[in-house]
């Protein structure tokens, strides 16, 4: 069996600029409203916090403060995935050297792969790094998607401990999870499954909405893990239209825009990530403040 990560809610952080810079001040506010809130793990550099308009010195530099300034007191996985397996391994290097308690590493985009390379790709990485590996499903943007064979054969690997599934695809999940046993953990990569992961077996999610909720999404796992799923339904059931809202257009866009609208001052986008139109900020406004965080 392989000891998950972390169990519960990791807020996937965004990264807040200013002046087109990271901010790091900022940055450190962040991490600490998220411990303080109960989340059980951080992820730095993903998806949400726009890794892939940041340069190689500034990634690096971000999982470093993010590192320092948690203080052991909760793992911080470092984003270091890639299209390119040798680019994907000097970031995967460096975060480990940065302090990194573990990776979370997309599958290849754009050229995309054989499940053959896919599993090449991560077993390279895998055999070169001494911190845990968490792979990351997400076909909607990566237009690829793991196999249960897939990962059945990474699950083998002793550094590969879970994934992040932001498949939607529970038949998927249900297979995999089935095959591959307790020698692969398995977190929601989308919030409004975390509770329909949670009650597959998996060990809780990987939250864009914790940006905005913290203390809720880290709640519904302890209330489920705890026995309590009515609870749990409950608060999860209220705010699922906060999550639904929170991707109305690309991630980060809305959560980056929710963020601002209650104060915290994260900065703006970068380039080609844009912002939302006026319509689409009103009905951003309008759910925030029927699920009480505006």
């Given at each position: 069996m392989k000891t998950p990560i972390f169990k519960g809610s990791c807020t996937a952080i965004v990264t807040p600029f200013k002046n087109d810079f990271v901010?790091?001040?900022k940055l450190g506010?962040?991490?600490?409203?998220?411990?303080?809130?109960?989340?059980?793990a951080l992820v730095v550099c993903g998806t949400t916090g726009e890794a892939s308009t940041q340069s190689i010195p500034e990634h690096l530099a971000s999982v470093e403060y993010a590192v320092k300034h948690s203080?052991?007191?909760?793992?911080?996985?470092?984003?270091?995935?890639?299209?390119?397996?040798?680019?994907?391994?000097l970031m995967s290097q460096s975060a480990?050297?940065?302090?990194?308690?573990?990776?979370?590493?997309?599958t290849p985009y754009y050229n995309k792969c054989s499940q053959s390379g896919l599993v090449k790709h991560f077993t390279y990485v895998a055999d070169r790094v001494n911190i845990p590996i968490i792979l990351y499903n997400v076909p909607s943007r990566t237009g690829m998607s793991f196999?249960?064979?897939?990962?059945?054969e990474l699950s083998k690997h002793p550094r590969i401990n879970g994934t992040k599934e932001a498949s939607g695809n529970m038949g998927l999940i249900a297979a995999s999870r089935a095959k591959c046993g307790d020698n692969l953990n398995f977190w929601s990569g989308n919030d409004n499954e975390t509770l329909a992961m949670m009650a597959m077996g998996g060990m809780g999610v990987i939250s864009v909405a914790a940006n905005v909720i913290p203390k809720e999404m880290a709640k519904i796992c302890s209330l489920f893990y705890e026995g309590n799923l009515e609870a749990a339904q409950e608060l999860f059931y209220k705010y699922i239209p906060l999550m639904?809202?929170?991707?109305?257009?690309?991630?980060?866009?809305?959560?980056?825009?929710?963020?601002n609208l209650m104060g915290k001052n994260v900065g703006h986008l970068r380039m080609p990530l844009c912002d939302m139109s006026g319509g689409q900020v009103e009905k951003l406004k309008a759910v925030m403040k029927e699920a009480g965080v505006l």
């Open positions: 901010d790091f001040e506010e962040l991490v600490d409203e998220q411990i303080n809130a109960g989340t059980s203080a052991g007191r909760v793992p911080v996985i470092a984003g270091t995935g890639s299209n390119d397996t040798a680019h994907a391994l480990e050297k940065s302090g990194a308690d573990a990776l979370l590493i997309v196999t249960t064979e897939s990962y059945y639904d809202a929170l991707f109305m257009d690309v991630n980060p866009i809305p959560v980056k825009t929710a963020m």
